[in-house]
């Protein structure tokens, strides 16, 4: 299986120029500069034209296109996402008109919606040049995982891929207040977008990219990247803030 196809996701609770020759004398080259100057200005004379710089080798992190689909999510929620994205990975955030959720996707025996085929949804939806496409939703989300046909997820994405999707339902379930649970759904958002950017399952306890373990708490304990994660992202040459401004609180790791 290819890299780009694996799938990562985070569980609810049921993620030329050449030297002067050395012969050459100064002499030389002072009569050669004072014949060029002669010509030069014989010539009308004009502004040089405006350059830009040398793109970067490296990826350059630009916009993600945030798709709503089926059910309303709060936009305060939204906002909250996007602020964090910006924060943690210098990512801006244009977000398209809701759509409807794909039927193809709904899958009738648990009355949700198979994430693997919303990513194949979200593929086929135009970027208008976004670096990575991230779907959003209110509505419960499922992929395989093991022995289980239908496994509950808070979100899902291809590793190193464009697509990603996560869902806010599962960021309420037990939650202490609206609040809280946007905060889980942001923290959620980030770590699906680290997928996409080629980040693994960190080991490291409180990091973004902590593996949920089958449970939505995972990510109260979550708050920024680890000094690892963060070393793998600029190695790989993305450009990310040193000292980000999270919107969401720093929890104490118990």
């Known amino acids: 299986m290819r890299p780009e196809r694996r799938r990562r996701f985070r569980s609810g609770a ?12 100064v002499p030389f080259v002072v009569a050669a500069v004072a014949a060029l100057a002669a010509v030069a200005g014989a010539w009308p004379t004009r502004s040089a034209p405006r350059t830009t710089a040398a793109p970067s ?4 992190l630009q916009s993600v296109l945030v798709v709503p689909m089926g059910r309303r999510i709060p936009s305060v929620a939204v906002q909250e996402a996007a602020q964090g994205l910006h924060a943690l990975y210098g990512l801006r955030v244009r977000v398209a008109h809701r759509r ?4 193809k996707a709904y899958y009738p025996p648990r009355k949700r919606y198979r994430a693997e085929r919303l990513l194949d949804y979200l593929s086929t939806v135009p970027s208008a040049g976004a670096f990575r496409i991230l779907g959003i939703t209110a509505s419960d989300i499922s992929t395989t995982k093991g022995r289980y046909r239908d496994w509950g997820i808070m979100g899902l994405a291809l590793l190193s891929g464009r697509v990603s999707v996560v869902s806010m339902f599962r960021c309420r379930r ?12 942001a923290k959620t958002v980030a770590h699906e977008i680290g997928h996409t ?12 990219m902590e593996d949920a373990r089958g449970t939505n708490k995972t990510t109260d304990r979550e708050y ?3 000094p690892r994660c963060r070393r793998l992202l600029r190695r790989a040459g993305y450009r990310i803030p040193a000292h ?11």
Request: hydrophobic share 30%; charged share 20%.
């Open 57 to 60: 080798r490296g990826p350059v």
């Open 197 to 208: 950017l080629g980040l693994e399952h960190c080991p490291t306890r409180g990091c973004i």
């Open 224 to 226: 920024d990247l680890c």
């Open 14 to 25: 049921d993620r030329s120029s050449r030297p002067l020759p050395a012969t050459w004398t």
């Open 244 to 254: 980000p401004k999270l919107p969401w609180p720093k929890p104490q790791i118990h």
């Open 100 to 103: 409807p959720l794909p039927r």
């Open 174 to 185: 037990g939650a202490r207040s609206s609040l809280h649970a946007r905060h889980r759904f």
